[in-house]
């Protein structure tokens, strides 16, 4: 094990820890990787275009760093743009010399395969000591590649320094998760090219299958022009919908579980689960229809449309005791219908019973399965 010096911190329940690592255990720990493209294999590092008057020729060994450069179609960053690594082992060489500035002040961005163990300090449970198994290449960058790599390249130079790199290390961070983290981070400032969204959208991302089979469900809500969620769910950390992927993803895939209303289906038999969910929401954007055209309703944020999937299994089992087909757009109807006399428009109003009744989704799911099991408004 390997002991850093960190603090652990915490925001919406992820955990994670600001650490402070040398330039020895960056190179010994992290492993670099890019997105191939398949077989016709573009090299892991890719020239940039050289400026009119550029400085002389690399100082980089360009053969033994690209031999630690791994192509994989699991990956998700980008090819290395040499002409970024040539200016940052540059720069470092001059903080070298100047000795008035430091060359990595920013935090870089890390994800752990494996969980971590922290030992706190003293009585502030906050602060203590990071325990990282010693293993080559069990941590791998999320943003910072580039930084990472020159100091990789430029390492024989760091040996003797007093030299440590900031770091914001996550330890088993879902693989989407960690995807979406990369593109959230990179798709507007470093803009990343169309090709490059669409490889990592791919189902090669995510390991596992019942995941692999929500983000699929997701990918037909917010793709499909009859989705009511039409271009409304932000994939991969981009779009204009106000959703996220990974949450509704994350309530999907236990669907696509082997106990699961879907668990049992083929590939092919995914494409009904699909077609269920845009005719099930179809429905729901008629039997609220008030609230899903209105503007100061909260029916189509995170916790209502997860609470809508929570509760599909309730009403996929009625359609199976019905005997009626799992997507069929009438039948669903059907069942959901006593969500608009027992449950209503009003209920979503955001500065209304949404606000007042502390809506979360587990509460909202309650109200919607309990609609469902006494559709007249018996007592319960």
């Not at 293993?135 to 390492?155: C, F, Y």
């Not at 169309?194 to 995941?211: I, M, N």
Request: charged share 30%.
């Amino acid at each position: 094990m390997i002991n850093v010096a960190a603090i652990r911190m915490q925001q919406f329940g992820v955990q994670f820890y600001q650490a402070s690592l040398t330039a020895s255990d960056i190179d010994k720990l992290v492993r670099f990787e890019v997105l191939s493209y398949g077989d016709g294999a573009q090299p892991p590092a890719r020239s940039g275009k050289p400026k009119p008057g550029a400085p002389q020729p690399s100082k980089v060994n360009w053969d033994f760093l690209e031999r630690r450069i791994a192509s994989s179609d699991k990956a998700y960053q980008r090819q290395i743009i040499r002409k970024k690594i040539d200016e940052l082992v540059q720069y470092y060489d001059q903080c070298r010399q100047a000795r008035d500035l430091p060359s990595i002040p920013g935090a870089v961005i890390i994800s752990c395969d494996e969980k971590l163990s922290f030992t706190p300090a003293d009585s502030d449970a906050r602060v203590g000591i990071l325990k990282v198994p010693e293993r080559e290449g069990i941590l791998r960058a999320i943003d910072g590649q580039h930084r990472l790599l020159a100091l990789h390249a430029d390492i024989e130079r760091f040996r003797n320094e007093d030299f440590a790199v900031p770091a914001i290390i996550f330890d088993r961070l879902p693989e989407d998760h960690v995807v979406q983290m990369f593109v959230t981070i990179n798709a507007k400032h470093t803009r990343l090219n169309a090709s490059h969204l669409v490889s990592l959208s791919g189902r090669q991302l995510y390991r596992d299958e019942s995941l692999a089979a929500g983000h699929d469900v997701v990918r037909a809500l917010n793709d499909r022009e009859d989705s009511p969620l039409y271009d409304e769910i932000k994939l991969l950390g981009v779009g204009r919908g106000r959703v996220a992927q990974a949450p509704l993803a994350q309530e999907l895939k236990k669907l696509f579980a082997p106990d699961g209303v879907f668990g049992k289906k083929s590939s092919d038999g995914h494409e009904e689960a699909k077609k269920f969910f845009v005719n099930y929401f179809k429905q729901i954007a008629l039997v609220f229809g008030g609230a899903w055209n209105g503007r100061k309703y909260s029916i189509r944020s995170a916790s209502a449309l997860r609470a809508f999937v929570r509760v599909a299994p309730e009403v996929i089992k009625r359609l199976d005791q019905e005997h009626a087909d799992r997507s069929d757009f009438r039948a669903i109807g059907r069942v959901i219908a006593p969500w608009g006399r027992r449950i209503g428009d009003l209920r979503f109003e955001t500065e209304g019973a949404w606000k007042r009744a502390g809506t979360t989704v587990d509460s909202l799911s309650k109200e919607l399965r309990l609609a469902l099991m006494y559709p007249e408004g018996a007592s319960v």
